[in-house]
């Protein structure tokens, strides 16, 4: 049986909403969903708003109940009858979402035993055939093949194999 890697954030999980969220909770100021979707965070912020990033993502709530992206839940479960399934995230960096993010895939995918959540750092450890991630860096020394999930920050990226949504995840490997 082939294995996938499956990135969270910004790939099963919307982070970005979570930064608009406390953003307009924090200043009072709404990013339109254009905007959210069309730009880094960080883009969208006045050069002395940029600290809040790093903030928000070392607060202890920040990744509890985000949004799933649409699509993934349904998609994940139909790959899962086909594929092994791992969700690796470079949790390492952000020690405080640990905790969150196990509860948070509890919640959202049921069917994936903690053996196949992946906590780590570089994830050229992974030995999977397919790794699904937001950021091309992931794929630089990873074994298998790197499938790019489009996010906000990566637009501009380069990348041979692309997917915008979990309907393109669908597409490719169903």
Same mark, same amino acid.
């Given at each position: ?13 919307d ?6 969220? =406390? &953003? ?6 709404? %990013? #339109?969903? $254009?905007?959210?979707?069309?730009k880094?965070?960080s883009?969208?912020?006045?050069h002395? +708003?940029r600290?809040?990033?790093?903030? &928000?993502?070392?607060h ?6 985000? $949004?799933v992206i649409?699509g993934?839940? $349904?998609?994940? /479960?139909?790959?899962?009858?086909? &594929?092994?399934i %791992?969700? #690796? #995230?470079?949790?390492?960096?952000f020690?405080? @979402?640990?905790?969150? /993010? ?5 919640? +959202?995918?049921? &069917?994936? @035993? =903690?053996?196949n ?6 994830? @050229? ?7 699904i991630?937001?950021?091309?860096k992931?794929? /630089? ?8 999930? #489009?996010a @906000? +920050?990566? +637009?501009?990226?380069? =990348?041979?194999i692309?997917?915008d949504n =979990?309907?393109?995840v669908?597409?490719m490997?169903?």
């Open positions: 049986m082939k294995r996938i890697a499956i990135d969270m954030d910004e790939v099963i999980a982070a970005n909403h979570r930064f608009a969220e =406390w &953003y307009k909770r924090d200043h009072n100021i709404e %990013f #339109t969903l $254009e905007e959210l979707n069309s880094k965070f883009e969208l912020l006045p002395d +708003h600290y809040l990033i790093q903030e &928000y993502v070392y202890d709530d920040f990744f509890k109940d985000l $949004e649409p993934c839940q $349904e998609v994940i /479960k139909d790959l899962y009858e086909k &594929y092994e %791992f969700i #690796t #995230t470079a949790a390492m960096e020690p405080n @979402s640990l905790l969150p /993010k196990l509860d948070w895939l509890g919640k +959202h995918f049921p &069917y994936i @035993s =903690w053996n959540i992946v906590f780590c750092g570089d994830k @050229s450890i992974i030995n999977a055939d397919y790794l991630d937001d950021n091309v992931h794929f /630089k020394r990873f074994i298998g093949q790197g499938i790019l999930f #489009t @906000s +920050h990566n +637009h501009d990226v380069e =990348w041979d692309r997917v =979990w309907a393109d669908r597409k490997l169903l």
